[in-house]
């Protein structure tokens, strides 16, 4: 099986190493295709108002000087001319993606690039509130999540999200396939200030989420204890509403 790699925190990533390592359990034949640097927040973005670069870092290795999606695409296009990957992993992205979070990700963008372009694509994150315990459920736990997914006839254009919770790998409880759960919080903190010309800037931050622990999300499952594994669709049609909106249209 050829399995691509990729991510959004960077080539240098501690946690593209962890992915490394997971994928070398399921086949000899692992390709690296990441940014060049962290690309956080990203989102679904491609880059279309400067070039790219391609770099070669070693056998089977590059990085890109764009976002994670640019790193799927150009991987697509210049290293698989001779056919497409077999699978292509996202992660192991350093802090969890679960309920809404999931629409600003990198790391679930780059599976999703994957899933256009017809290819079985899984994300991959670490939830990291106890930094002591580091990737330790993600390097345990990644194999045992990903070898009956990759048996799986996915449907086109689906993919899946897979978050570790932050615990030692001992502890963890086991495996829940749940649904995307939402948050309930204003989105984040916002600094403001001045810089050296005199000009007021803007600086997004961060700040601790106020979960919905609605039951069978993947909120509720990595605050229990386990990992969480959720399938996602990137037909975004909310169908029910279409006889309804077409009535006022009739």
């Keep these: 099986m050829r399995i691509l790699l990729t991510n959004d925190d960077g080539i240098h990533a501690p946690g593209l190493a962890v992915l490394e390592e997971i ?41 890109v000087t764009g976002t994670p999606t640019d790193s799927v695409n150009l991987a697509l296009r210049k290293l698989f001319a001779d056919g497409k990957p077999d699978l ?24 999703m690039e994957a899933a256009l ?19 330790d459920a993600a390097r345990k736990w990644g194999a045992k999540v990903l070898a009956p997914l990759i048996d799986v006839q996915m449907a086109k254009r689906t993919l899946v999200n897979v978050n570790f919770p932050a615990l030692p790998a001992d502890e963890v409880k086991g495996i829940r396939v749940v ?9 984040g903190s916002l600094a403001e200030g001045t ?3 005199g000009r007021k800037y803007y600086w997004f931050g961060l700040q601790d989420a ?4 609605d039951h069978g999300t993947d909120l509720e499952a990595i605050e229990d204890g386990y ?24």
């Excluded at 292509?88 to 599976?111: R, W």
């Excluded at 106020?210 to 622990?213: A, D, R, S, W």
Aim: net charge negative.
């Design 23 to 63: 994928a070398r359990e399921l086949s000899d034949e692992v390709w690296v295709c990441a940014p060049a640097e962290e690309q956080s927040g990203a989102g679904h973005s491609l880059t279309l108002h400067h070039p790219v670069r391609l770099r070669e870092h070693g056998e089977r290795r590059f990085s």
């Design 227 to 250: 990992v969480a594994v959720t399938p996602l669709q990137l037909d975004l049609t909310h169908h029910s509403a279409i006889s309804d909106l077409a009535d006022r249209f009739a």
């Design 210 to 213: 106020e979960h919905t622990l």
């Design 195 to 197: 810089d050296p010309r």
């Design 88 to 111: 292509v992993l996202s992660g192991v992205n350093a802090g969890e993606n679960l309920g809404d979070d999931i629409t600003y990700s990198g790391t679930i963008s780059a599976a």
């Design 179 to 187: 649904r995307q759960g939402f948050h309930d919080y204003e989105r």
């Design 117 to 135: 372009a017809g290819i079985p694509a899984i994300g991959l994150s670490q939830a990291y509130r106890e930094t002591r315990f580091g990737f």
